[in-house]
């Protein structure tokens, strides 16, 4: 088997490294493995400078994942790199999405059993990636707000115990009691799929299946089929919110009548102001934004 690098977040707390410990010891037992922890973008780009042709596992979660392969994207190095999970993340969204066990020991002995397959990666309009996936509307404004609660909620206690894990509740909550409605024209490979006049509740553009934690947003995605799923909600009246959220609880909202759901190579939504959440990172407002697949951008290796 291949050597390989485990990428870690300098910042991992105390259950963390418990846990990346256990990992660590199943896959020394086949193979040799380096660990190199990283604390910021120029540290990151170090570790993957040297990492040579050996496998890239990033013990971490969606964020982490996203942050190392955006470094081997503008390196040009994640053509051919394969890649690893170990799922010690908050959401472990991309994890789920391929299969991959959410316990790390399972998740190592992936990495040691597993088959490397190819992965598609989805590049919007200025060259930033999307690992995962992409959305706008009423699940970005969640985000948003969440994200500016956990930043006031953060002070609020001692180190890492603090209230700032509040954030993102509060922010759904505030969004489900008045979510924002956006009027966007929706295009897929080129043919308009909603228009300015049918404000919409969400769009989501999906490589991955879940986000948030294992909420199916896009259910039907597949990170390898080299196409990307999208998803549009109409569901903008209040009994039509409470039935489109409860469908979604259990991954099953593509069946509503208010609801697109389809496969394509490229996506453009432009419009009034917008803000997306891309792998969770929140930027904005924007009126304009294209993404595209590039199909086998790289390989993950996952359960035979």
């Known amino acids: 088997m291949d050597p390989i690098l485990v990428i870690t977040n300098s910042d991992a707390g105390t259950a963390d490294e418990e846990s990346l410990r256990l990992a660590l010891a199943v896959l020394r037992s086949r193979t040799s493995v380096e660990v190199q922890a990283t604390a910021n973008p120029g540290e990151l780009n170090s570790a993957l400078h040297r990492a040579g042709s050996r496998r890239i596992v990033v013990a971490g979660g969606d964020g982490s994942l996203h942050a190392v392969v955006t470094t081997l994207y503008r390196r040009n190095d994640l053509k051919g790199a394969v ?36 992965r598609d990666l989805v590049v919007d309009e200025v060259g930033e990636i999307v690992v995962n996936n992409v959305h706008a509307g009423a699940g970005a404004h969640a985000s948003k707000r969440g994200a500016r609660w956990k930043g006031r909620l953060h002070s609020i206690g001692v180190g890492k115990v603090n209230l700032g894990r509040l954030g993102y509740p509060i922010g759904a909550l505030s969004t489900a009691v008045k979510p924002p409605h956006i009027r966007v024209r929706v295009e897929v490979d080129g043919e308009v799929v909603v228009d300015l006049d049918q404000p919409i509740l969400q769009l989501a553009v999906g490589n991955g299946a879940h986000v948030g934690g294992g909420t199916a947003l896009t ?75 590039e199909p086998a951008a790289y390989s993950l290796v996952v359960p035979g």
Do not use: Q
């Open 83 to 118: 890649l690893g999970i170990l799922p010690l993340g908050t959401g472990n969204d991309y994890a789920r999405s391929n299969d991959i066990p959410l316990d790390v020991e399972e998740a190592a002995r992936v990495l040691v059993e597993g088959e490397p397959k190819p």
């Open 219 to 293: 259910p039907h995605a597949d990170p390898g089929d080299g196409k990307v799923d999208v998803m549009v909600s109409r569901a903008t009246g209040p009994l039509a919110r409470i039935g489109y959220g409860a469908k979604l609880a259990s991954g099953r909202h593509p069946e509503r009548h208010d609801v697109t759901y389809l496969r394509g190579s490229t996506v453009t939504v432009s419009g009034e102001e917008f803000w997306c959440s891309a792998d969770g990172e929140i930027y904005g407002p924007e009126r304009h934004r294209s993404w595209r697949v």
